[in-house]
């Protein structure tokens, strides 16, 4: 069984391992932030996906981000993250590592949403979206 921390830190590493440049934030940051950047944030947990707690649910957005700067520049280097395969997709990463470094457990990208091209973090204009992560655990009585 992984816990929530756990599975928060297996995404940062995984993020972080295998695209380079990107700054992966397994909590939301306070303070300036160095573009661009991935924000870990927790959706929704399920603890009663099997009988008996035998799998646990974790829902993922992973806040993608690019400074602004200029439109079309910004948007084709958020698309590069957002992509379903690529050196920079978060999706491919998690496809290639799907247990995260974690025991019992499997990960996987299911799409993005919110393709916002007025997004601010901590006074910084950027361009961002979703990306929707589903994570099962064994769980734990």
Same mark, same amino acid.
């Given at each position: 069984?992984?816990?929530?921390?756990?599975?928060?830190?297996?995404?940062?590493?995984?993020?972080?391992?295998?695209?380079?440049?990107?700054?992966?934030?397994?909590?939301?940051?306070?303070?300036?932030?160095?573009?661009?950047?991935?924000?870990?944030?927790?959706?929704?947990?399920?603890?009663?996906?099997?009988?008996?707690?035998?799998?646990?649910?974790?829902?993922? &957005?992973?806040?993608? $981000?690019?400074?602004? %700067?200029? /439109?079309?520049? +910004?948007? #084709?280097?958020?698309?590069?993250? =957002?992509?379903?395969?690529?050196?920079?997709?978060?999706?491919?990463?998690?496809?290639?590592?799907?247990?995260?470094?974690? &025991?019992?457990?499997? $990960?996987?990208?299911? %799409?993005? /949403?919110?393709? +916002?091209? #007025?997004?601010?973090?901590?006074? =910084?204009?950027?361009?961002?979206?979703?990306?929707?992560?589903?994570?099962?655990?064994?769980?734990?009585?």
């Amino acid at each position: 069984m992984a816990a929530l921390q756990e599975v928060r830190d297996g995404i940062k590493t995984t993020l972080e391992n295998n695209i380079s440049g990107l700054r992966v934030y397994d909590v939301v940051p306070d303070y300036a932030l160095n573009f661009p950047v991935a924000i870990v944030l927790p959706v929704n947990i399920n603890f009663n996906i099997a009988m008996q707690r035998g799998t646990d649910q974790y829902t993922f &957005d992973i806040l993608v $981000a690019v400074e602004r %700067g200029n /439109s079309r520049t +910004a948007q #084709d280097k958020l698309d590069q993250y =957002i992509t379903g395969q690529g050196s920079s997709s978060l999706r491919q990463a998690i496809f290639n590592n799907r247990t995260l470094g974690l &025991d019992n457990t499997d $990960a996987t990208i299911t %799409g993005v /949403s919110n393709y +916002a091209a #007025d997004v601010n973090l901590n006074g =910084i204009d950027a361009i961002g979206a979703n990306v929707s992560l589903e994570v099962y655990t064994k769980g734990s009585s």
